[in-house]
């Protein structure tokens, strides 16, 4: 079930795509020309995607995939063109409405359906895989390990998520984007310890089946994430 908190970020993740800045990622996740800064995070974004592709399967037979806060749909349609029957979600509709906008019309020789929703709801069926791609930092590691339990009894091999990094300059830019909010930021990223994250994770009994594999960091200026693999024992 999910916890109050999760339930609150969620509905402001919701409100902040949908209403505040979908013009700013629709630009941010395109080709058009942004501010230094911005380029930084894109740049980050990019090499985070090319990461968590690079450990799933480079060829699919029929395999399937989730892609758990989808964005605007480059993961997704990457995974497709592979051959992977993907599923994305995202609970923005205004990111899903750019992410199918800018799928290939026929995806061969995998499968691609966009839909707005929850990434948990389990009513999305069962993988063999699932990544959720820079979703789930705006969560604290309690949050995270709850949702990767929710989604663990419904995944065959892997689950590649990504996270905040509790690191000192990290933590500095969380400080001062709320002292000084401004309308196009989003809601505050969740600096979590990798250390806090792992023991939370050792802990969970619905996880006992599944080990932590490959943890890959990526920075780039303003960018900052850690990507890590859950797999099946």
Not at 21 to 46: F, M, N
Not at 124 to 132: E, I, K, M, P, Y
Not at 184 to 204: G, H, Q, W, Y
Request: aromatic share 6%.
């Amino acid at each position: 079930m999910h916890s109050t908190a999760y339930i609150s970020r969620r509905q402001s993740l919701e409100t902040y795509f949908n209403r505040t800045a979908a013009k700013t990622w629709e630009q941010l996740t395109s080709d058009a020309p942004v501010s230094r800064i911005r380029q930084t995070v894109r740049e980050g974004r990019d090499r985070m995607r090319e990461t968590l592709l690079s450990w799933l399967p480079p060829i699919w037979d029929g395999e399937s995939l989730l892609d758990a806060g989808c964005g605007t749909g480059a993961l997704a349609a990457a995974a497709a063109l592979r051959g992977a029957k993907v599923t994305a979600v995202d609970v923005a509709e205004s990111l899903v409405q750019v992410a199918a906008d800018r799928a290939p019309i026929a995806p061969e020789p995998g499968t691609l359906r966009f839909l707005v929703g929850d990434m948990l709801d389990p009513v999305h069926g069962s993988f063999d895989h699932v990544v959720a791609m820079d979703s789930l930092i705006h969560y604290q590691s309690a949050d995270i390990v709850r949702a990767l339990a929710s989604l663990a009894p419904r995944v065959r091999r892997s689950i590649l998520f990504t996270f905040a990094p509790r690191t000192p300059a990290l933590t500095a830019m969380h400080a001062v984007g709320q002292l000084f909010p401004r309308s196009d930021r989003s809601p505050a990223i969740e600096p979590v310890s990798e250390l806090t994250l792992r023991r939370t994770i050792a802990k969970d009994p619905v996880l006992a089946l599944w080990r932590i594999g490959r943890v890959e960091r990526v920075q780039s200026g303003f960018y900052t994430s850690t990507a890590m693999e859950l797999a099946r024992r």
